[in-house]
């Protein structure tokens, strides 16, 4: 396990401080907000904390008020209902006495396999064929924003197919896919394979959006935020081994676009499905004078 990922593994290690009532901690960084799919990923393992038995199948969440990194965070849980096939849960992210995360959730006990049907998996390289990103970047490092920073380690192995979405492409698809996988491996825990791939899925779709224009993460003018997040899991995977994201943007109008995406393993299983909208506010011109 790299270094990055175990800390990862450690931020998704709550600490229980009283009943349904969690502390998680932030990354020693000097990011301008909490990245959103730790706070998602670790809403999930609250959650995750209080049921007995059967795993997530769906989450649906909001994200609400950006993360102070500065500060730690705590996740109540609001235990929903516990059924006998399904439990739901409730969990809000609190920082400084406000909600900045809103997360809803539903574990379901294995059943048999009933009625079986999934969309085909694309016909992409194997991961192990493709460069890294950091590869793929060294030619265009000073082509790069400033806040892109290429060295900083990172939990999760991309392997993009087809362009990179942080530099100019004359496509003007909003389809791109890539291969994710934990960096290292992971021990037998459900719940924190799910966690994993919640965190790694809030790491490109929003791009999907972005792809077709002119519209960059951070670039001083832009406004681009995760809105909500949901996701489906269908099937039992493995976070530390390859999935492949198929993820595209069906509609953007109104300074929202919407993002979908399927994760299938490397044997063609679907494992999981997600849609997230994020708002994409562009600035078209520089405000007046003393205008913020």
Known sequence: MTEALSQLVELLDLEAIEVNIFR?????????????????????????????SGRVHS?????????????????????????????????????????????????????????????????VPRADDLPTVRERLDPYLDQLPDWFVVDRPRPIDQRYVGDLPWLPSPSRETRQRLWVRADGELADDPLLHAAVVAYASDMSIIDSVLKPHEVRWEDGKNMVVSLD????????????????????????????????????????????????????????????????
């Open 59 to 123: 989450l649906h969440s909001y994200f609400l008020r950006p993360g102070d990194p500065a500060a730690p965070i705590l996740y109540e849980v609001d235990r929903i209902r516990d059924g006998r096939s399904f439990t739901t849960r409730r969990v809000v992210a609190i920082q400084h006495g406000r909600a900045i995360f809103n997360l809803q959730c539903s574990f379901h006990i294995d059943e048999g396999p009933g009625p079986i049907h999934q969309a085909e998996m694309p016909r």
């Open 24 to 52: 998680g901690k932030n990354l020693d960084e000097t990011r301008l907000r909490v990245f959103g799919g730790q706070v998602a990923a670790q809403s999930l393992v609250a959650a995750g904390r209080t049921v007995d």
């Open 229 to 292: 997040h949901c996701m489906w899991f269908h099937r039992p995977f493995r976070a530390d081994q390859w999935l492949l994201l198929d993820q595209d943007s069906p509609n953007a109008y109104g300074a929202r676009g919407l993002a979908r995406g399927l994760i299938f393993d490397e044997e063609g299983h679907l494992v999981v499905s997600l849609v997230q909208e994020g708002l994409v506010r562009v600035r078209t011109q520089d405000p007046p004078p003393g205008e913020p």
